[in-house]
């Protein structure tokens, strides 16, 4: 190249060879690259029907970078053609899908109508991809880009080097690493792509991944599969001179490359009461039909969802309460967690979703305390889980009548120990053990006019079963209310007054 | 139904009363600031109280007409049966269903042991092939439960008279079997259908479908003994 004329990029400048060259620095880098490349296994592959930037992969003289990204296709093909003076130009192969990527570093495509999509330069490309993940609606301003490709690439791509290392065995360029189709694509498309987003790119919460699968998938069984890589084994070993129709699968049409963007999960906490004795927790279904109204679950992850224009939520409860069980007093912590949010929902937002489900009709569930929390929530939960004391109020009832004395004889009881064998309610599915608990305190509250029912408040360590402690689970937790006061005694109803967590 | 507020639960956490900062003389902005806290002190306790009183009433609000006998537990979460002359006449037993399938066995009231004087005295688990209260039961899967057919002996209860066996009537998996009798024989003749259980067994569906035929209900088996339980 001897003029060293400066050019605006975009402009081309005809050199005393007959070939065109931008004045940019990169494109001139890369056109001397194409240069440098081994001009007799330049031909071999381009005849053979690999692609331009799979030739830039295969045979390296440095470091497949992103320079290459700003050259057209069509550019880089007339370039690697013309190094060969000696026989007239090749066919115009270029509409001819590569034979090791299968038009992946083409950037050609079926989308999802199964139309072709061509596109020829690397800017070109991301701004298809760019229309395709906005169709998402989803909001971010930093992405990490994934990649996945059929593996019948990595096959072919095998069968094509031990090809060349047949027949040019003593070559340096043969030892340097190839950068796979996957990183190669990567390479090519990133900058563009941040350009056209708007965006940055880090292993951050938002994923872009380009699927890229066979047309025709599951054309063929599985055995003939085995057959095949046995038999590409061989070759490999063998290093044959001469790629044999049966070594690798001639593809003709391109892949099907199909965007998914994804969110990692976030999460909400809060508190939530519950008012109703006809609500489970979670959603409850046997045989077809659901136990109770509604549930905690549906209503709270239900009303936040929509907020966030999430796929789906899950629930999580700092410890559970039966369905005829009410939650009162300071509520129960929870998180939702919502996959593949479009959006983060503002605090205003937020606000409106607790005032929605604290105002609906039925007052079945209320919420307290609604905000947005990172990743530290799980520790939030966790925290205080051993320490955790609960605080409930039972209606109890007692065969003989309440007497001053019981009173006493109650709240004395502090750290008091409990034993209980795995009540028979939930045996079923839970393992047969014996459970030491610990009763912090209890308080007798009478009523008025009726000596056989008093409301009993008392505080205990976690995992406490409250309602077999009161009645004795038939004797198999001991002490009970009513080994205690030397009756029969029963539990109407039960409510959860407080959960202690480490932060209230 | 009014309730009475005498005997108020705190929680003995909670101070009776908050100790307000003491007021200094000199700075204007200091006494201000003081006043400030002073008053979100009592807006705090105020609302403390008021939710309290909140819950307090939420509490009560739901306690309805209070039955004088309400039902008990067992009558609430099972489904009692019965099976008569079982095997031997005069061997009744009870089997209360729970809604999750487990079945707990025991003797009926007219069980011919309560007819001897003195009522049962002894209990022993060491019946069939092994001593049904040695066997220990673990992990959700229930390992190592025996698995008991309906003839299956459970345990031989004696008297002063005789010698009696408990089978366990239905068909299933023996998880637990009641070992506190062992010590406390007298639990069967006071209270035979609570503490006096004799053990839990769990059944197969199919097991239990086909086991249902062979057992009374309540009302059938007050007929069938003529008594007014």
Redesign the interface.
Known sequence: MSDETKLASGDSVCLPNGLVSHGDSRTRRVYETARSLHSGAVKDLLSLGVCERCIFRLIPVEAFDSDVSSVSTSTLRSWLESGDDETGPLESSCSRICIVCLGILQFVFSDAKQKLVKTDTSSDYAARITELVKQDRHEFDSFGLEVSVPSIIIENERAVLSYLKGKYSNEGWLQIKKISVKDALKILVLDPLRASLGAKSDSSTFHIRLIYSRASDGAQGASEKTHESKRRKTDAENGSNCISENSFEKVYEPCLLSVHCNKMPIFFSGRYFK?S?NVSQSRWIIDDERMGEASVEEILGGNILPACLGDSYKFHAAGREDIDV?M??SGRPFLIEIQNSRQCPSEQSLKEVEEKINNSEKKLVGVKDLRCVGSQCWAMMREGEAEKQK?Y?A?V?ISRPLEDKD?NSISSLIELKILQ?TP?????????LDREKIIH?M????????S??F?L?L?TQAGTYI?EFV?????RTTPSMGSILGC?A????L?V??VKMGDS | MEIQKIEVAKNPEIEDAIELPKKRSHDEVEDCEEQQQQQEAQEDEKNRVEEEDELRNLLLSDIGDLPISPPSATQVNFVTYFITDFTKSGHDQYIYRHANGLCVIGLAPTHIAFKDEGGITNIDFNVGKSDRSVLKVSGKRKKNALRSESNTALCKVSTAKDTYIVRCCVKGSLLEVNDRLIKQPQLLNASADREGYIAIIMPRPTDWTKNKESLITLEEYKEKKELSL
């Open positions: 008012y004795r009410r009162l007093g605080q109020a209606l009832w009173l064998k028979v309610r939930v045996l079923h599915r839970r393992s047969p305190w308080k007798v509250e009478k009523i008025k006019g009726n056989h029912y409301l408040h505080c309602k009645h004795g689970d038939l004797g029969r029963e539990i109407i109803q409510d007054t407080d």
